[in-house]
């Protein structure tokens, strides 16, 4: 089973920076898109950033400008650099891959991310 493993969640103030990480245990060549959700207190999941095959990224438009996401295959690992942090990007953020050849995605357990006002 493909395991997904982040870290690099945790409490900022805000106007501060964290970086994600999430590295997979999946085949780097099965992967059509990398990604990052995330899920605050009494809300629905929504997508924060998205990175393809191709290189082409996307971004949810609270967060542009001020997240970054990247990858590198060759660790099979997807980044995700947020800055200007706000008390409103606080939540549970997922790690999410998408693979050629199947409509099933996975999923990370989940770092909490936490900006204080």
């Known amino acids: 089973q493909v395991q997904l493993v982040e870290s690099g969640g945790g409490l900022v103030q805000a106007g501060g920076s964290l970086r994600l990480s999430c590295t997979t245990s999946?085949?780097?060549?099965?992967?059509?898109?990398m990604g990052w959700y995330r899920q605050a207190p009494g809300k629905q999941r929504e997508l924060v950033a998205t990175s393809a095959y191709g290189g082409t990224t996307n971004y949810a438009d609270s967060v542009k400008g001020r997240f970054t996401i990247s990858r590198d295959n060759t660790k099979k690992t997807v980044y995700l650099k947020m800055n200007n942090l706000k008390p409103e990007d606080t939540g549970v953020y997922y790690c999410?891959?998408?693979?050629?050849?199947?409509?099933?995605?996975?999923w990370g357990q989940g770092t909490q991310v936490t900006v204080s006002s």
């Open positions: 999946g085949s780097i060549i099965s992967i059509k898109t």
């Open positions: 999410n891959i998408d693979w050629f050849g199947t409509s099933i995605p996975s």
